[in-house]
């Protein structure tokens, strides 16, 4: 979501998310400015989605023939977030194509009606020996289709 009078994007509510996962921050996630670094918010993209997969049986990082790598990423802050807080992680996929995925993260300081944090990240889902793209496999896309 973006201001239309200055194309400055803005925190979104959590109805704009699909579904959710609870991450807790650690005392090394913190800065010397007293908050989470913005590197690891990357990090949280890429547990939630990832976790999010593995658990629904969509992905099999150490059996399985497909595996993704991101080749975009992009991140807004909005408010801070800092130890010792929990941080709710909201999930969609923006687009799916034939064997790349949008996926879009809005990070929830816990009970919060905003996000502190929203991005993105493309992941292209290659053969893992050959690393060449290729049609996502069915269970995957099933999955990802109901984020859309």
């Given amino acids: 979501m973006t201001d239309a009078k200055n194309d400055k994007p803005q925190a979104e509510p959590r109805s704009a998310y699909k579904v959710f996962r609870t991450i807790?921050?650690?005392w090394m996630d913190n800065d010397m400015y007293g908050h989470v670094n913005n590197v690891v918010y990357y990090s949280w993209f890429d547990t939630a989605v990832n976790a999010?997969?593995?658990?629904?049986?969509?992905?099999?990082?150490?059996?399985?023939?497909?595996?993704?790598?991101?080749?975009?990423t992009q991140c807004n802050y909005f408010s801070p977030l800092a130890f010792p807080q929990t941080v709710e992680a909201g999930i969609r996929v923006a687009k799916l194509g034939?064997?790349?995925v949008r996926y879009e993260v809005g990070l929830f300081a816990q009970g919060e009606p905003l996000?502190?944090?929203k991005g993105h990240f493309v992941h292209v889902y290659v053969d893992k020996s050959t690393r060449r793209p290729g049609p996502l496999p069915a269970k995957l896309k099933t999955t990802l289709e109901t984020l859309v």
């Fill in 115 to 117: 996000t502190a944090a």
């Fill in 24 to 26: 807790g921050t650690r």
């Fill in 98 to 100: 034939n064997s790349s």
């Fill in 52 to 72: 999010y997969l593995i658990e629904e049986g969509a992905l099999d990082v150490q059996h399985g023939g497909t595996i993704g790598l991101v080749i975009e």
